[in-house]
Protein backbone atom coordinates (compact mmCIF):
# COMPACT_ATOMS: atom_id res chain seq x y z
CA UNK A 1 0.00 0.00 0.00
CA UNK A 2 1.66 3.68 -0.87
CA UNK A 3 2.00 5.46 1.98
CA UNK A 4 -0.57 7.94 2.57
CA UNK A 5 -0.65 11.79 3.47
CA UNK A 6 -1.23 11.86 7.41
CA UNK A 7 -2.27 15.08 9.05
CA UNK A 8 -5.99 14.60 8.12
CA UNK A 9 -7.30 11.66 6.71
CA UNK A 10 -8.92 11.02 3.77
CA UNK A 11 -11.75 9.21 5.35
CA UNK A 12 -12.70 11.44 7.68
CA UNK A 13 -13.29 13.93 5.31
CA UNK A 14 -15.31 11.22 3.59
CA UNK A 15 -17.06 10.93 6.58
CA UNK A 16 -18.22 14.92 6.42
CA UNK A 17 -19.73 14.96 3.10
CA UNK A 18 -22.81 13.21 4.62
CA UNK A 19 -24.06 16.48 6.20
CA UNK A 20 -23.65 18.73 3.21
CA UNK A 21 -26.89 19.74 1.14
CA UNK A 22 -27.95 16.77 -1.01
CA UNK A 23 -28.24 18.11 -4.88
CA UNK A 24 -31.22 18.50 -7.05
CA UNK A 25 -32.03 16.09 -10.34
CA UNK A 26 -29.80 17.51 -12.66
CA UNK A 27 -30.96 19.29 -15.68
CA UNK A 28 -30.43 20.12 -19.32
CA UNK A 29 -27.20 22.37 -19.78
CA UNK A 30 -26.28 24.60 -17.34
CA UNK A 31 -24.10 25.78 -14.21
CA UNK A 32 -24.39 24.99 -11.13
CA UNK A 33 -22.53 27.47 -9.17
CA UNK A 34 -20.74 27.37 -5.48
CA UNK A 35 -21.56 23.74 -4.49
CA UNK A 36 -20.15 23.10 -1.40
CA UNK A 37 -17.85 19.80 -1.18
CA UNK A 38 -16.34 20.16 2.15
CA UNK A 39 -17.85 22.40 5.54
CA UNK A 40 -13.95 23.80 6.69
CA UNK A 41 -13.48 26.48 4.68
CA UNK A 42 -15.82 28.73 2.24
CA UNK A 43 -13.22 27.97 -0.48
CA UNK A 44 -14.82 24.36 -0.46
CA UNK A 45 -16.70 24.59 -3.25
CA UNK A 46 -16.93 24.50 -7.16
CA UNK A 47 -18.78 24.97 -10.22
CA UNK A 48 -20.37 22.36 -12.44
CA UNK A 49 -20.71 23.15 -15.75
CA UNK A 50 -22.72 20.47 -17.85
CA UNK A 51 -23.32 20.16 -21.28
CA UNK A 52 -26.52 19.56 -23.31
CA UNK A 53 -26.12 16.63 -24.24
CA UNK A 54 -27.79 13.16 -22.66
CA UNK A 55 -26.20 12.69 -19.35
CA UNK A 56 -24.53 10.63 -17.51
CA UNK A 57 -21.48 13.05 -18.90
CA UNK A 58 -18.14 12.35 -18.39
CA UNK A 59 -16.08 14.47 -16.13
CA UNK A 60 -13.11 17.03 -16.11
CA UNK A 61 -12.26 17.72 -12.90
CA UNK A 62 -10.51 21.57 -13.25
CA UNK A 63 -7.92 22.93 -10.63
CA UNK A 64 -6.45 26.47 -10.90
CA UNK A 65 -2.88 27.49 -10.52
CA UNK A 66 -1.01 30.41 -8.41
CA UNK A 67 1.26 29.42 -6.36
CA UNK A 68 -0.68 27.59 -3.77
CA UNK A 69 -1.44 30.73 -2.68
CA UNK A 70 -3.94 32.48 -4.85
CA UNK A 71 -6.34 32.12 -7.93
CA UNK A 72 -10.05 30.74 -8.38
CA UNK A 73 -12.02 28.39 -9.92
CA UNK A 74 -13.50 30.78 -12.27
CA UNK A 75 -10.28 32.54 -13.71
CA UNK A 76 -7.86 32.22 -16.19
CA UNK A 77 -7.76 29.18 -17.89
CA UNK A 78 -10.61 27.81 -16.14
CA UNK A 79 -13.10 29.55 -18.59
CA UNK A 80 -11.36 28.40 -21.55
CA UNK A 81 -11.25 24.77 -20.56
CA UNK A 82 -15.34 25.20 -19.42
CA UNK A 83 -15.39 26.07 -22.75
CA UNK A 84 -13.62 23.04 -24.38
CA UNK A 85 -15.21 20.33 -22.82
CA UNK A 86 -18.66 21.77 -22.65
CA UNK A 87 -18.19 21.48 -26.69
CA UNK A 88 -17.00 18.30 -26.41
CA UNK A 89 -19.53 16.80 -24.33
CA UNK A 90 -17.58 16.96 -20.74
CA UNK A 91 -19.24 18.34 -17.86
CA UNK A 92 -16.54 20.72 -16.14
CA UNK A 93 -16.05 21.02 -12.47
CA UNK A 94 -13.89 24.10 -11.59
CA UNK A 95 -12.86 24.04 -7.48
CA UNK A 96 -11.39 26.06 -5.82
CA UNK A 97 -9.06 24.68 -2.50
CA UNK A 98 -7.63 26.22 0.74
CA UNK A 99 -5.22 28.41 -0.45
CA UNK A 100 -1.64 28.85 1.47
CA UNK A 101 -2.21 31.94 3.24
CA UNK A 102 -5.60 30.03 4.92
CA UNK A 103 -4.00 26.46 5.49
CA UNK A 104 -0.94 24.69 4.98
CA UNK A 105 -0.37 21.32 2.88
CA UNK A 106 -1.90 19.24 2.83
CA UNK A 107 -4.92 21.02 3.25
CA UNK A 108 -5.61 21.58 -0.75
CA UNK A 109 -4.75 17.60 -1.53
CA UNK A 110 -7.55 16.70 0.32
CA UNK A 111 -9.71 19.55 -0.49
CA UNK A 112 -9.02 17.87 -4.21
CA UNK A 113 -9.62 14.59 -3.08
CA UNK A 114 -12.93 15.47 -1.26
CA UNK A 115 -13.86 17.16 -4.34
CA UNK A 116 -13.68 13.91 -6.19
CA UNK A 117 -15.14 11.48 -3.76
CA UNK A 118 -18.25 14.10 -3.37
CA UNK A 119 -19.01 14.10 -7.39
CA UNK A 120 -18.61 10.63 -7.42
CA UNK A 121 -20.91 9.80 -4.69
CA UNK A 122 -23.07 12.40 -6.02
CA UNK A 123 -22.99 11.36 -9.63
CA UNK A 124 -26.48 10.00 -10.39
CA UNK A 125 -27.83 13.00 -9.22
CA UNK A 126 -26.02 15.42 -10.99
CA UNK A 127 -26.03 13.28 -14.59
CA UNK A 128 -22.36 12.82 -14.03
CA UNK A 129 -20.81 9.40 -15.17
CA UNK A 130 -18.86 8.16 -11.78
CA UNK A 131 -16.51 5.77 -13.67
CA UNK A 132 -15.33 8.05 -15.90
CA UNK A 133 -13.63 11.77 -14.15
CA UNK A 134 -10.22 13.19 -15.01
CA UNK A 135 -8.32 16.17 -13.03
CA UNK A 136 -6.65 18.45 -14.98
CA UNK A 137 -4.37 21.62 -13.05
CA UNK A 138 -1.80 23.86 -14.30
CA UNK A 139 1.12 24.87 -12.61
CA UNK A 140 0.00 24.52 -8.54
CA UNK A 141 -3.07 22.94 -9.99
CA UNK A 142 -0.90 20.86 -11.80
CA UNK A 143 0.68 19.41 -8.75
CA UNK A 144 -2.64 19.12 -7.42
CA UNK A 145 -4.18 17.05 -10.43
CA UNK A 146 -1.03 14.58 -10.04
CA UNK A 147 -1.06 14.16 -6.75
CA UNK A 148 -4.92 13.20 -6.54
CA UNK A 149 -4.37 10.68 -9.27
CA UNK A 150 -1.59 9.27 -7.90
CA UNK A 151 -3.04 9.16 -4.25
CA UNK A 152 -6.32 8.82 -5.23
CA UNK A 153 -8.00 5.72 -3.75
CA UNK A 154 -10.80 3.35 -5.40
CA UNK A 155 -11.83 2.25 -1.92
CA UNK A 156 -12.23 5.50 -0.53
CA UNK A 157 -13.54 6.78 -4.22
CA UNK A 158 -11.23 9.41 -4.41
CA UNK A 159 -9.55 7.59 -7.64
CA UNK A 160 -10.11 9.22 -10.81
CA UNK A 161 -9.40 7.53 -14.66
CA UNK A 162 -6.90 9.73 -16.49
CA UNK A 163 -5.52 13.37 -15.49
CA UNK A 164 -3.52 16.00 -16.89
CA UNK A 165 -0.65 18.32 -15.78
CA UNK A 166 -0.03 21.00 -16.93
CA UNK A 167 3.99 22.55 -15.84
CA UNK A 168 3.21 21.19 -11.89
CA UNK A 169 5.84 21.64 -9.49
CA UNK A 170 6.72 18.27 -8.49
CA UNK A 171 9.78 18.07 -5.97
CA UNK A 172 10.18 21.48 -4.63
CA UNK A 173 14.25 20.89 -3.67
CA UNK A 174 15.46 20.62 -7.31
CA UNK A 175 14.42 23.23 -8.81
CA UNK A 176 16.99 25.63 -8.25
CA UNK A 177 19.72 23.39 -9.35
CA UNK A 178 17.41 22.68 -12.35
CA UNK A 179 17.24 26.05 -13.19
CA UNK A 180 20.70 26.25 -12.82
CA UNK A 181 21.56 23.68 -15.14
CA UNK A 182 19.22 25.12 -17.97
CA UNK A 183 20.86 28.39 -17.07
CA UNK A 184 17.74 30.05 -16.38
CA UNK A 185 17.01 32.84 -14.00
CA UNK A 186 13.60 31.64 -12.25
CA UNK A 187 11.11 34.42 -12.34
CA UNK A 188 9.90 34.01 -9.05
CA UNK A 189 13.74 33.95 -7.25
CA UNK A 190 14.98 30.56 -5.38
CA UNK A 191 12.38 28.40 -4.76
CA UNK A 192 14.32 27.44 -1.29
CA UNK A 193 14.38 30.45 0.05
CA UNK A 194 11.40 31.55 2.73
CA UNK A 195 9.29 33.61 0.38
CA UNK A 196 8.47 31.32 -2.37
CA UNK A 197 4.99 29.75 -3.27
CA UNK A 198 6.35 26.43 -2.38
CA UNK A 199 7.91 27.47 0.97
CA UNK A 200 5.33 29.48 1.84
CA UNK A 201 2.58 25.92 1.07
CA UNK A 202 4.44 23.58 2.79
CA UNK A 203 5.26 26.13 5.97
CA UNK A 204 9.02 25.88 6.61
CA UNK A 205 11.51 27.51 3.44
CA UNK A 206 12.37 24.73 0.95
CA UNK A 207 15.82 24.92 1.64
CA UNK A 208 15.79 24.38 5.26
CA UNK A 209 16.63 20.41 5.96
CA UNK A 210 13.89 20.27 8.49
CA UNK A 211 11.60 20.68 5.08
CA UNK A 212 13.03 17.07 3.26
CA UNK A 213 10.31 15.24 4.27
CA UNK A 214 7.67 17.51 3.94
CA UNK A 215 8.68 18.48 0.70
CA UNK A 216 8.34 14.46 -0.43
CA UNK A 217 4.82 14.97 1.21
CA UNK A 218 4.08 17.65 -1.11
CA UNK A 219 5.57 15.36 -4.42
CA UNK A 220 3.30 13.01 -6.53
CA UNK A 221 6.14 11.42 -7.50
CA UNK A 222 6.60 10.01 -3.73
CA UNK A 223 3.06 8.14 -4.53
CA UNK A 224 3.94 6.98 -7.90
CA UNK A 225 2.36 3.16 -7.93
CA UNK A 226 1.24 0.36 -10.81
CA UNK A 227 -2.57 1.23 -10.11
CA UNK A 228 -2.20 5.05 -10.99
CA UNK A 229 -4.05 6.33 -13.66
CA UNK A 230 -2.57 7.38 -17.48
CA UNK A 231 -1.62 11.05 -17.57
CA UNK A 232 -0.54 13.66 -20.24
CA UNK A 233 2.25 16.01 -18.78
CA UNK A 234 2.90 19.04 -21.11
CA UNK A 235 5.76 21.65 -20.16
CA UNK A 236 6.81 25.00 -21.85
CA UNK A 237 10.65 24.63 -22.55
CA UNK A 238 10.67 28.22 -22.15
CA UNK A 239 9.08 28.34 -18.42
CA UNK A 240 10.69 30.39 -16.09
CA UNK A 241 8.82 29.39 -12.96
CA UNK A 242 9.17 25.79 -13.19
CA UNK A 243 11.82 23.93 -14.71
CA UNK A 244 11.06 21.77 -17.59
CA UNK A 245 13.11 19.10 -15.67
CA UNK A 246 10.18 18.86 -13.07
CA UNK A 247 7.86 17.55 -15.06
CA UNK A 248 10.28 15.81 -18.04
CA UNK A 249 11.76 13.48 -14.31
CA UNK A 250 7.97 13.02 -13.64
CA UNK A 251 6.71 11.41 -16.65
CA UNK A 252 9.94 9.13 -16.83
CA UNK A 253 9.22 7.71 -13.24
CA UNK A 254 5.55 7.15 -14.18
CA UNK A 255 6.43 5.42 -17.14
CA UNK A 256 8.63 3.08 -15.69
CA UNK A 257 6.32 2.19 -13.48
CA UNK A 258 2.66 2.45 -15.02
CA UNK A 259 4.33 2.27 -18.67
CA UNK A 260 4.86 4.20 -21.90
CA UNK A 261 1.56 3.63 -23.07
CA UNK A 262 -0.22 5.14 -20.34
CA UNK A 263 2.21 8.61 -20.18
CA UNK A 264 2.39 11.06 -22.53
CA UNK A 265 4.81 13.84 -22.09
CA UNK A 266 4.72 17.15 -24.42
CA UNK A 267 7.09 19.91 -24.26
CA UNK A 268 6.06 22.55 -25.77
CA UNK A 269 8.92 24.43 -27.67
CA UNK A 270 9.34 28.14 -27.22
CA UNK A 271 6.23 28.00 -24.86
CA UNK A 272 6.37 29.68 -21.38
CA UNK A 273 4.44 29.01 -18.14
CA UNK A 274 0.83 28.98 -19.78
CA UNK A 275 -0.20 31.02 -22.39
CA UNK A 276 -1.79 30.80 -25.76
CA UNK A 277 0.13 27.23 -27.07
CA UNK A 278 -1.39 25.84 -24.45
CA UNK A 279 -4.38 27.12 -25.29
CA UNK A 280 -4.40 26.46 -28.87
CA UNK A 281 -7.12 24.47 -30.54
CA UNK A 282 -4.69 21.92 -32.14
CA UNK A 283 -2.94 21.47 -28.11
CA UNK A 284 -7.00 21.83 -27.20
CA UNK A 285 -7.80 18.44 -29.58
CA UNK A 286 -4.74 16.40 -28.85
CA UNK A 287 -5.60 16.73 -24.96
CA UNK A 288 -9.15 15.94 -25.68
CA UNK A 289 -7.70 12.91 -27.61
CA UNK A 290 -5.89 11.70 -24.76
CA UNK A 291 -8.97 11.75 -23.03
CA UNK A 292 -11.67 10.41 -24.75
CA UNK A 293 -8.84 7.55 -25.17
CA UNK A 294 -8.61 6.74 -21.69
CA UNK A 295 -12.02 7.87 -20.64
CA UNK A 296 -13.60 5.42 -23.42
CA UNK A 297 -15.03 7.90 -25.53
Not at 69 to 83: E, L, Y
Not at 191 to 200: I, K, L, V
Not at 233 to 260: K, M, W, Y
Amino acid sequence: MRTRIVIKLVTAIIGGWSVIAQPSVATAQDIVPNIAYGNDSDRQKLDLYRPDSAPPHPVLIFIHGGGFMSGNKRAGNARHIVRAGLDRGYAVASLNYRRSGEALFPAAVEDVLAAIGFLRMHASAYGLDSDRLATWGASAGGNLSAMAATLGSEAEGTHVQAAVNWFGPIVFDEMDAQFGALGIEPALGPTNAATSPESRYIGIPVGDPAAAELVRRASPQSYISPDDPPMLVQHGTEDRNIPIQQSRNFAGALAAVIGQEKVEYIPLAGAGHGGGDFLSEANMARIFAFLDKHLGR
